[in-house]
Every structure is written in C-alpha cells, then in structure tokens.
C-alpha cells in the first residue's frame, strides 16, 4: 500500500508549531495507522481516552441511529433525548454513593467550569453566599479553561494568565507518596500531616468562606498516576463534611473505569463526592463528551431554592455524543472489561516493576488498574530529578513513538513538584499479547534515551 497524500502546508495551529503532527489516516482495534504508513500501538488512548480501541461497530451504529432520529435539541430550550435519558440511567441507576443526576457536556474542562459553578449555585441557592473559596491542591490540573486553570496548581500552566484566574483559590499539598512523604515517615503520619494541612488551610481562609475541596481520585497528568494513602480521600470527606464545603472529584482523567472500578473513588472507602466530573472514558474517543454527577443533597438545594440551574452550554447532552458515550458504557458492561482492567492491569503492573523499574533512569512505577505512571529521574537514589526544559520523558515518548508505541509524556516543566512521567494507560480491550508488547517497547525506548544521556 502506498503513503496516504498528507496535504503539504497545515492550518491547523499545532501544539508544537515548529513540529509536523504524525497524520492518522485510520486504526484496527488498538492501533494508530499514519499516513507513512507506520504504526502505532496506542498505549496510552491518546490523552487516556480511547478505552475501547478504536474500532467499534456497534458505537458507529448507535450514533448513526441518533443522529437519523433526531441530531440536535437544546436542553436549555427543555428538551431532551433518548441517548441522553439512556447515559444518564446507565452510569447512574445504581445510584452510586448517592450520585443521581448527571449534567453532560464536550470536555472535561466544561465539566469542571459546571462543577465549581454548581457547589457556588449549591451554597447560594441555600442563602450561604459568603462560600466563594476553593481548596484545591498544589501540583493538579482540572482543566484549561480560566474556571477549571484557576484551581490547577500547576504554575507553568498557569503563568501568563494569572492575571485571568479567580483570587479565591487556595492550594495544599497533595497525596504524593513517592516526593511528598518524609523520609522515615508512614503512611499513618503522612496522612495526619496532609489532613492537618487541610484544616489549617480552611482554618486560615474561614470555613465558613468555602464553597468545595477539589481534589483528582488518582492523580492523572499533573502527578502520573499518583495513587493517595489509605484513608486520605475519608479524611477530606470528613473535613468537608464538618465545615459544610462540598467535595468534588475529578475523575474527568481516573474515572469510568481506568483503575479497575467504574469510579476510583470506589476504591477508597468513600461513600462519595457530593460532586463528580468525568470525560475521557465516558465517550471513549469516538465524540467529545464529558459529565458532572451530583448527589441528592445537590440536587434537593436547587429543586427547594430558584428550581433553575443557572448554568448551560448550547452543546449540553447533545445527542449524538450521548448516544455514542452510552454505547461505549453498555460495551463495558457487556464484554465485563473492569474484569479485563483489573487482570491485565496486574499483567502490566508486574511488567512494570519487573522490566521497567530496574532502569537506570526510572525513579517509581505507580498507578492502579489500567492506569499508570512511570516518573524519570537523573539519580535513582537521591530521586533528583531531570533538569527542568530536558524534558526527557518526551524524547522516551519520540522514542516509543518511533518503534510504534504511543504513551503520554507529561514533561511537567512549570509545575512545582519537578515531575517527568511518562503515563501508560492502555485500552480497557488490551490483550496479553498488547500488554507484553507495550512494556517491552517501551523498555526499549527508555534504554534508547538513557544511552543517549551518558
Ligand atoms: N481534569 C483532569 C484531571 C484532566 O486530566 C483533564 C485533561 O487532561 C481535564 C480536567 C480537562 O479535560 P479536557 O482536556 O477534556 O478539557
């Protein structure tokens, strides 16, 4: 087969402007099929996305049915559909730790804006406006959008719009074992040290003053994969709880599914978040979607206050997305892939550690399910980080990219905590043939770049 015709200039403004983006022209199953005609496992669904490959029938067939039904209803007008009551039912008709309503919108960063802006609407509609203020944590990402970049704490993101983003944001240390634990320290320890930050913190703002905790289950971009310390998610949800604020995750990178259970939170004796943002996994690539869950507490606000929510986008639950995102999930439930997730993710955690974490250059190997992370470091030991700009979990990922492996490189330069990880999270379809693959390419590929540092 020759080349596919790649047209010679781009309009497109690319991430990397000096960079010719690699032109995918089609896929089987979990593979990524370029217009050289190279390959490329894609390992890490793109931004953890595509959880069920790339070829899926049944997902064409159901959006094609909606959209030859009906295309487009504006929820802001009172409408609604099929595929959207359907989603709604199959992520929530379980009620799971309370959650009952669902909003759908196109991004994770929109499902973010929606979440901060429900628990404000949540303490306004109870007569509590002096709750404007959001505890998030230091090294985090929710998003790009100025409402979901203002509680990012990532500094080199946020930079030259500072200026842009709310003053009513605060952050706290987050649970990150492998940098933020002491040495000597336990678990235990470590994690009254992090709830006493987190009282002080809403000590030092005025309890009384904050609207939500905002907090990722497992921590994605920002800390590759970082999982908390036994009981720290119980620990918030207490603090929450005894000052009124409401606690949001964001499981828009974690949740639907990539750590084993439909949402991570699952896994850390929780009954909940009052409010829950999801994406990536929901729709599994096939079209932009992502949601905001909320409790009945929530709800019961708006429903006994104005009755209104105030917040809504022209795109909310459109159709056609909400027919392909509910195709996706009926897929997962169907073929039982958290089954799947769990076996090959102890597959690919073992791999890991056995084949990936002796390397000279790699400092930890954390994660859960399907879902982890590798962090580089220039000295093993001391776990001293790569210089900040070396961006060496890029030049892994160029390298991966070039035998066929595609995983995310989250360089991390601007961020506080000096992180350079490289995040595997393969399709929740993968096989053990997939996962032996991936790891072994991947070895190669951090060997390549080791060589090359010597
Ligand atoms: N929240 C988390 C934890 C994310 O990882 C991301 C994106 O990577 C977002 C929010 C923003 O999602 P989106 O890029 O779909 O706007």
């Known amino acids: ?19 010719k983006p690699h032109h995918a022209v089609s896929s089987s ?15 890490a669904g793109g931004a953890s996305v595509a959880v069920l490959g790339h070829t899926q029938p049944s997902v064409i067939e159901a959006l094609t049915k909606q959209m030859t039904d009906i295309s487009y209803v504006y929820s802001g007008a009172g409408y609604s559909s099929n595929s959207a009551e359907e989603l709604a039912s199959l992520i929530l008709s379980e009620k799971p730790g309370g959650l009952c309503k669902a909003i759908f919108v196109c991004s994770g960063s929109e499902a973010m804006e929606c979440a901060l802006k429900l628990a404000r609407q949540y303490h306004c509609e109870r007569g509590d406006m002096k709750r404007i203020h959001y505890i998030s944590r230091k090294n985090s990402y929710h998003g790009n959008t100025l409402g979901a970049l203002g509680v990012s704490g990532h500094p080199g993101r946020r930079a030259i719009y500072e200026d842009m983003l709310s003053k009513n944001v605060s952050f706290v ?14 678990d235990k320890a470590y994690l009254e040290r992090l709830t006493a930050g987190i009282e002080e913190e809403f000590q030092r703002v005025g309890a009384d003053k904050v609207a939500a905790f905002v907090a990722e289950t497992v921590s994605g971009a920002s800390l590759g994969c970082a999982t908390a310390v036994s009981g720290y998610f119980k620990a918030v949800r207490e603090v929450c709880n005894k000052y009124g604020a409401l606690m949001i995750l964001d499981e828009v990178m974690c949740g639907m599914g990539k750590t084993g259970t439909l949402h991570a939170w699952q896994q850390e004796g929780i009954t909940g978040p009052d409010i829950q943002t999801v994406a990536k996994a929901l729709g599994g690539g096939f079209v932009p979607i992502g949601g905001v869950l909320m409790n009945q507490k929530v709800v019961d606000a708006l429903a006994s206050g104005t009755g209104i929510l105030q917040h809504g986008h ?27 997730v769990m076996e090959q993710g102890k597959l690919l955690e073992k791999l890991l550690k056995e084949t990936v974490l002796p390397l000279k250059i790699v400092g930890d ?35 991966a990219m070039a035998l066929g492996l595609g995983v995310l490189p989250t360089p991390g330069a601007g961020s506080e905590a000096p992180v350079d990880i490289l995040i595997v999270s393969p399709p929740y379809v993968v096989t053990e043939q997939d996962v032996r693959s991936i790891v072994g390419i991947l070895k190669a590929a951090i060997e390549d770049i080791t060589r090359t540092l010597e």
């Open 1 to 19: 087969m020759a080349p596919a015709a790649v047209p010679q200039q781009s309009n497109i403004l690319h991430r990397v402007l000096a960079d």
């Open 365 to 399: 190997v954390r994660g859960r399910g399907l879902y982890w992370g590798v962090e580089l470091v220039s000295d093993k030991e001391t776990k001293r980080p790569f210089d900040r700009g070396m961006a060496v979990s890029s030049k892994v990922g160029a390298s």
């Open 314 to 340: 022209t795109y909310q639950a459109h159709p056609g997305a909400c027919a392909a995102a509910a195709e996706v999930q009926k897929i997962i439930k169907r073929d039982n892939l958290m089954q799947n």
């Open 173 to 186: 240390e987050p649970c990150y074992v492998y940098r933020g634990k002491k040495e000597g320290e336990d």
């Open 29 to 43: 199953g979990i593979n990524i099929h370029l217009a050289n005609l190279h390959n490329v496992i894609d390992a």
